[in-house]
């Protein structure tokens, strides 16, 4: 008896927003795809879909796989647990199955999750996207890092302090997932007298882009998909901070 042909789990990034930006291989591979997964909210479409949907030249059957956003890891696993045993019965069906997600898959990417639960039992490829950063740098017309300057990513629920410190040991840094954390990371910013060499992206690539100086932005909230950009001045003099 012959076994049962597997299908393949593609992880494919669709960029910051800007359906232009997927590179070609995603495209293909979203098209020649049986199903395309897409992580969602409790309730309607994500990001992702809205961003590949003007570029699907075939019906393609959608899977929404609702993922959450949790301060206790907990209920965020158990929905992860939930969305792979979805696509584990999609690709013992043998289906090509293309989980589509913002950005870069294994860049702070929701699809490392669902990696860690299959790529063990079912062939699955990672085609890469423009992440955020890349992106924010490009509609800022601002070069996050040039020769031997380091570059740091900081997520914005970091403890203040531990945010402070990171910023001190680094020329340049892409503070993420801004959101609520927004009052934190002003006053660390302030703190380090950096307000003045830091830009806020909000929504880079999309219709509803914004770029704001950071030391001019008058709002408490912020999206969640929010960045900061902060590039130190060569004189500035660290060691000055009170």
């Known amino acids: 008896m012959l076994k049962k042909k597997q299908g393949i789990l593609y992880g494919i990034g669709v960029g910051p927003g800007d359906p232009e930006l997927l590179t070609l291989k995603a495209l293909r591979l979203i098209n020649e795809s049986d199903i395309v997964a897409y992580p969602a909210p409790e309730v309607g479409d994500g990001l992702a879909l809205e961003i590949v949907r003007p570029l699907l030249k075939k019906v393609t059957e959608f899977l929404p796989l609702r993922l959450p956003i949790a301060i206790s890891p907990f ?37 490392m999750y669902l990696f860690e639960r299959l790529s063990q039992r079912f062939m699955t490829e990672i085609i890469p996207g423009v992440s955020s950063p890349m992106a924010g740098a490009a509609v800022l017309k601002k070069p996050m890092v040039s020769r031997n300057e380091v570059l740091t990513i900081v997520p914005g629920p970091l403890e203040e302090s531990d945010m402070e410190q990171r910023l001190l040991n680094t020329d340049a840094a892409v503070i993420m997932k801004v959101g609520r954390h927004l009052p934190k990371i002003r006053r660390v910013l302030r703190h380090l007298r950096l307000e003045h060499c830091s830009h806020y992206v909000e929504h880079a690539t999309m219709a509803n882009q914004q770029i704001i100086q950071f030391a001019n932005i ?25």
Do not use: H, T
Request: glycine share 6%; with cysteine; charged share 25%.
């Open 218 to 242: 008058e709002a408490q909230n912020v999206p969640y998909f929010s960045m900061v950009f902060v590039r130190k001045i060569k004189s500035q003099i660290m060691s000055g901070v009170e």
């Open 75 to 111: 209920p965020a696993q158990r929905a992860y647990d939930q969305a792979a045993l979805l696509l584990k019965d999609q690709l013992e069906a043998g289906k090509k199955v293309a989980v589509i997600c913002e950005g870069d898959p294994f860049f702070y990417g929701s699809f």
